[in-house]
């Protein structure tokens, strides 16, 4: 079955601190890529997407995301946490097989930043 | 980008009753929409699939009688819990994505209704 793996569930860092969170996915064909973020009390926000091209995605906030087809990974990567950053992040996969945009969520790593 | 809402943010009821979870896209139309579950510190269920002008699709083990779904535009999508039970009780978060332009196959979420069973 299709699933996507976040291995951090919860990860606790000072501000200032680089940031990688992981997400393998297991699924052999095309897929697009996503990470949302919520904030606390807050809806989903999309922070960056892969469809095709450069494997390396900038997204907003200074976040970005690293697509190796090898691996089968899509790992988010900050290089300066901030406090404002504290949140739950989500690792997303759209398989192109059958269900047409439906998304594949991790389970999520919940991100603390202490100042 | 593209807004997604939800009402109401909140419902508490007692079991028995039903209860209908509106999903509007804002600023876009959008002939398919999610309905999604979250429990806490949890990832993200999909239930079910919301199409316009047709039947829904459910995922596997989510009781369509139990969760109805209406896609009666293509702006609006309903779920209605019917004869709620408690273990109903959790955070429904809807989603739609814009068919053209800016945004095109990226979902958007609505800010989620949460659920109480009494």
């Known amino acids: 079955a299709q699933s996507v793996s976040q291995h951090n569930h919860h990860v606790i860092l000072s501000e200032a601190a680089s940031l990688e969170l992981g997400c393998n996915y297991s699924y052999g064909g095309t897929v697009n890529l996503f990470w949302y973020v919520q904030y606390p009390g807050q809806h989903l926000q999309l922070l960056l997407k892969?469809?095709?091209?450069?494997?390396l995605v900038k997204g907003i906030k200074g976040f970005e995301a690293e697509f190796i087809k090898s691996k089968f990974s899509f790992n988010l990567r900050k290089p300066s946490v901030q406090w404002s950053d504290t949140a739950e992040y989500f690792c997303a996969v759209r398989p192109f097989s059958g269900g047409y945009n439906k998304l594949i969520f991790g389970a999520g790593t919940r991100l603390a930043v202490h100042p | 980008g593209a807004v997604v809402s939800q009402h109401p943010s909140r419902v508490i009821c007692k079991s028995g009753t039903s209860v209908k979870i509106e999903c509007r896209s804002l600023?876009?139309?959008?002939?398919?929409m999610f309905w999604y579950r979250q429990f806490p510190k949890k990832s993200l269920m999909l239930m079910a699939t919301s199409n316009e002008g047709s039947k829904a699709t459910y995922e596997q083990g989510v009781e369509k009688d139990k969760f109805l779904i209406n896609h009666a535009s293509l702006t609006l999508s309903t779920l209605t819990v019917t004869s709620a039970h408690p273990e109903d009780s959790s955070f429904y978060i809807c989603?739609?994505?814009?068919?053209?332009?800016?945004?095109?196959?990226?979902?958007?979420f609505g800010p989620g209704t949460r659920l109480l069973v009494l």
């Open positions: 989603s739609a994505y814009p068919q053209v332009g800016e945004g095109y196959e990226t979902q958007y």
């Open positions: 600023d876009f139309q959008a002939t398919t």
């Open positions: 892969y469809f095709s091209g450069d494997p």
